[in-house]
């Protein structure tokens, strides 16, 4: 059996990774058709047109080709030895099937981890830089406030307007490189202007000398100050976008909103739906494995891989019936993602089981 194990998971990996890069070159070649406008103008030259990509597919594909591609590779790695007798001749060895899909199975419920780990770093890396904005900091919400970093510079802003671009109750503090604060500036309002400079209204200025350390902080206000950022990434600040933050900074987030009566129904859904989405990698190895051991008896790999495809068509409709039912107010809509996974796991473990009889 450890031989026939290495056997099956070297090809479940092998057919896997073919059908990664072969989706990624695929999609590539759609963007550039499709979007190549919006390629050209990411940056100057073929630099701007691969960053373009690197960003691009990882951000908005990559959670779709990884279960995709677990359910081909499945497929793939059971149906071809099926086709050749390989799983006969195993079972009348005396191995039933469920033997040899078990190793693939759970390499796809490692892949599922690897998946979830995937998209809280690279996914998620890629979707705030193809957005514009990172730009050096991490962008959160506690407390109703939101917090912003850039380099040794923090911001708060209490509350924020992104269609009049303004920022209420502003608060800026500037730090050495040993984290010592150095100056201060608290602003009524910020008016963010088109060079993403911020125009402060009754700006209050205190700076803390590092070189005279028994000296008082140094005080002025302002009516109007100017405050320079540098770069359009900053505008950022004008309000966190759950779905570029990490799942325990959503979770922050939705308790900051919890803790001021603001409704977080639509956000609880999102966040379950970021956490089953991975767990999909192992549900569609479950639904490739039958599929694959039936081309033994259809002895051809189109019937079944169709109907693996409308499997899937129905999975992603249902789990975007079920987004859209998450929004809602009723108690327990949230939970409607982890509803459709478990229904499309039952029916996968049933035909499993069926087949592997």
Known sequence: MRILSRYFVRGYLTYYAAILVVGFLVTALVEMMVNFEHAIDFGEGIAGVLSYLFLRLPSYYLPFLLPVGSFGASFMCLGLPARAREILAAKTSGIPPARLAAPVIATAAVFSLLALSLNETVVLSATKRFEGTSDGGELFQSR????????????????????????????????????????????????????????????????????????????????????????????????????ELSLANLRRYIRALDREGRETMRYRSLWHARLADPFSVLLFAVIGAPLGFAVERARSLTAAAVQGIGVLAAYYAFQTSASVIGTSSFAGTAFAPWFVLGAFGAYATWRFARTSS
């Open 144 to 243: 109703g406030a939101f917090w912003y970093q850039r380099g040794n510079t923090l911001f708060n802003v209490q509350a924020a307007d992104r269609d009049a671009r303004t920022l209420q109750g502003v608060a800026i503090y500037q730090r050495d490189n040993a984290g010592h604060l150095l100056r201060s500036v608290h602003a009524d309002v910020a008016h963010i202007e088109a060079d993403h400079r911020w125009r402060l209204e009754n700006a209050h200025f205190r700076e803390f000398p590092r070189d005279q350390a028994e000296a008082a902080p140094r005080s002025e206000t302002r009516a109007t100050a100017w405050f320079q950022l540098g770069s359009g990434g900053d505008l950022a600040l004008l309000g966190a976008d759950p779905r």
